[in-house]
């Protein structure tokens, strides 16, 4: 069965200024599968993202499930805290950039989703910044490291709390291209090996090709007659 299941999911921002739809017609991610979402500045990656991080309402869906969870019906209900547990639970996120905590140490960092999730597990983090190459720097802040340094502390602390999914925003933004790909690689490698599944959202779907993951891309995006510029995101 699926971890994650949508159909008809929408959501839209009226505004007169710039009117945007989001659709997402039908999708399933299995239990430690990859997949990126591809579409341009613009395209609803991050509004996508936060419906798949239980942050944001969809307008509507027919059907939302995560984590064996009706998370539609959570929604229609109100259940606000049963949301932000199963998101404190099951959900890691890579930020796009920054994202650490900068009055922590690594250690600190990487453990963070632990102690939210109400699950420390030291040995866990540990052995993550070890597989991560930065075991070494498990004390220092994270001023102290390199920008590529930053991002594996970041995709440990992903994968701290055992996340049974990793949303991760752009993560290459703030790395230089000659890393890009080595970065979307370690990530699915790392997910994989934790069996997370994972989802990246990138305006680059030739470099998410090339790193081996599947593509839900934005099909249409310019204004329509109606001045709504509708992103529909569906399997490549
Ligand atoms: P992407 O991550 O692909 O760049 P976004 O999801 O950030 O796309 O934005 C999609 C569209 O929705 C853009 O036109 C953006 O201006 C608009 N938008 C995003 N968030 C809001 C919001 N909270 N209120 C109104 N419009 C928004
Ligand atoms: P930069 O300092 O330019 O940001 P990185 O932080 O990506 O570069 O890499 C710093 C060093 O760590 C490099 O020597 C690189 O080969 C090494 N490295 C990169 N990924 C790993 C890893 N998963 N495990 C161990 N070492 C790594």
């Known amino acids: 069965t ?14 007169d200024a710039a009117p945007f739809a989001l659709e997402v017609p039908a999708f399933d991610l299995a239990e430690g599968e990859a997949l990126a979402i591809a579409g341009p500045s613009g395209s609803g990656k991050s509004t996508l993202l936060m419906m798949l991080a239980l942050a944001a309402p969809p307008d509507a869906a027919e059907v939302f499930r995560f984590a064996g969870q009706d998370i539609a019906a959570h929604w229609r209900a109100g259940r606000r805290d049963a949301l932000a547990d199963l998101r404190a639970r099951r959900i890691g996120v890579v930020p796009q950039t ?10 600190g960092n990487i453990a963070l989703p632990q102690r939210i999730a109400g699950r420390p597990d030291p040995a866990r983090a540990r052995a993550l910044a070890e597989e991560l190459g930065i075991g ?79 593509v839900l891309a934005c099909e249409t995006h310019a204004p329509g007659a109606d001045g709504v510029a509708r992103s529909v995101f569906a399997r490549a």
């Open 136 to 214: 070494a720097h498990w004390a220092k802040r994270p001023a102290e490291l390199s920008v590529g340094q930053r991002q594996r502390v970041a995709i440990a602390r992903a994968l701290a709390h055992r996340p049974a999914l990793v949303l991760a925003d752009e993560p290459t933004a703030s790395v230089h291209p000659e890393l890009a790909d080595a970065v979307l690689a370690l990530l699915k490698r790392e997910c994989a090996a934790a069996g997370a599944a994972l989802i990246v959202a990138t305006h680059d779907p030739d470099r998410a090709i090339r790193a081996g993951y599947p």
């Open 98 to 107: 920054g994202g650490l905590l900068p009055y922590l140490t690594v250690g």
């Open 2 to 15: 699926a971890l994650l299941s949508l159909r008809g999911a929408r959501k839209a921002y009226r505004g």
